[in-house]
T-cell receptor, first 112, second 111 residues
């Protein structure tokens, strides 16, 4: 069964450093998303991406964040200058249609 | 008012019983409703989605939607210890494609 994959599974970084989180969505899906979940809190939407552009973003997704689809398979989330409060689990999701989003296993980001 | 509200639990049920999980949402324009299961330290796993008022059944799971009351529920029949997890209700709003999640209900099935 096709699934969303994410790398790395864990990332530890120093405050102020740049990180890139990578995702390979399900191959025939057209809509891509990033969510995050701070430990003990609910899953929060960051950004959605369709047809090579951002279709929606949340207030969390400020200028420090960017997304890119550099080739036909990868979808990346970049955090330019990490803060302590960026420590969270980051989930990539994809969907064939607007609904029914399937989540990847996540990347646990720890900012020290 | 929170956009999607769930009782945090934990909800404890004996093995073999029916577990009933509830969710309310605030945006009347919401169109699609989802139940995800999340094991500790893992990602949300889609269980069911429902668009129309009424019931939708899939195996041991039944989702119920009442748009007039802005209420969604998930029934799990013949609950198993492996069903012990956090159940997340998510809503897809009318003019966007983002999912808005509730905080989740912890379910514990005791053998």
């Amino acid at each position: 069964e096709p699934e969303v994959t994410q790398t790395p599974s864990h990332q530890v970084t120093q405050m102020g450093q740049e990180v890139i989180l990578r995702c390979v969505p399900i191959s025939n899906h057209l809509y891509f998303y990033w969510y995050r979940q701070i430990l003990g809190q609910k899953v929060e939407f960051l950004v959605s991406f369709y047809n090579n552009e951002i279709s929606e973003k949340s207030e969390i997704f400020d200028d420090q964040f960017s997304v890119e689809r550099p080739d036909g398979s990868n979808f990346t989330l970049k955090i330019r200058s990490t803060k302590l409060e960026d420590s969270a689990m980051y989930f990539c999701a994809s969907s064939e249609q607007v609904e029914t989003q399937y989540f990847g296993p996540g990347t646990r980001l720890l900012v020290l | 008012q929170k956009e999607v509200e769930q009782n945090s639990g934990p909800l404890s049920v004996p093995e073999g019983a029916i577990a009933s999980l509830n969710c309310t949402y605030s945006d009347r324009g919401s169109q699609s409703f989802f139940w995800y299961r999340q094991y500790s330290g893992k990602s949300p796993e889609l269980i069911m989605f429902i668009y129309s008022n009424g019931d939708k059944e899939d195996g041991r799971f039944t989702a119920q939607l009442n748009k007039a009351s802005q209420y969604v529920s998930l029934l799990i029949r013949d609950s198993q210890p492996s069903d012990s997890a956090t159940y997340l209700c998510a809503v897809n709003k009318e003019y966007g494609n983002k999912l808005v999640f509730g905080a989740g209900t912890i379910l514990r099935v005791k053998s």
